[in-house]
């Protein structure tokens, strides 16, 4: 029946087929395997079963990777940069994020204070006549 089973694509996508299947399948026929039947059928099958995989586990990004890449968004990281599952394992991302955006609140609130001072200052020399 078969001549070199782990050689030829079509009978080893029958292999696997005959092997997952709880009915016996009809013998291999050559003339479909010539058509390539066998292959996309197993194609199909398998593309299925890792599409109710990925269904059922939705991919979810470390808490890490997320701060890898929010890092290299604000350009604090460069392109040249790969992310480390040390440095992630160390929690190095998340804590550079944490500082750079305490960082960025501070600068932004000190030149809210500074427009709020330069705004009192022209209220004040309006209201005295300098």
């Known amino acids: 029946m078969f001549s070199e089973p782990l050689t030829d694509p079509e009978e080893r996508a029958y292999m696997l ?6 009915a016996p399948l009809a013998p291999f026929n050559a003339e479909l395997a010539a058509e390539g039947f066998y292959t996309r059928i197993q194609k199909e099958r398998s593309d299925d079963a890792i599409k109710a995989e990925d269904a059922a586990k939705p991919f979810e990004s470390s808490s890490e990777l997320k701060a890898f890449r929010e ?8 392109q040249a940069e790969y992310f480390s599952p040390s440095k992630a394992a160390q929690g190095i991302y998340t804590s550079t994020l944490k500082d750079y955006r305490n960082t960025s609140r501070q600068g932004r609130s000190q030149v809210v204070l500074r427009r709020v001072a330069l705004y009192v200052l022209r209220w004040l020399r309006l209201l005295v006549g300098l």
């Open 17 to 22: 087929l005959q092997w997952a299947s709880r």
């Open 71 to 78: 890092l290299e968004r604000v350009g604090q990281i460069t």
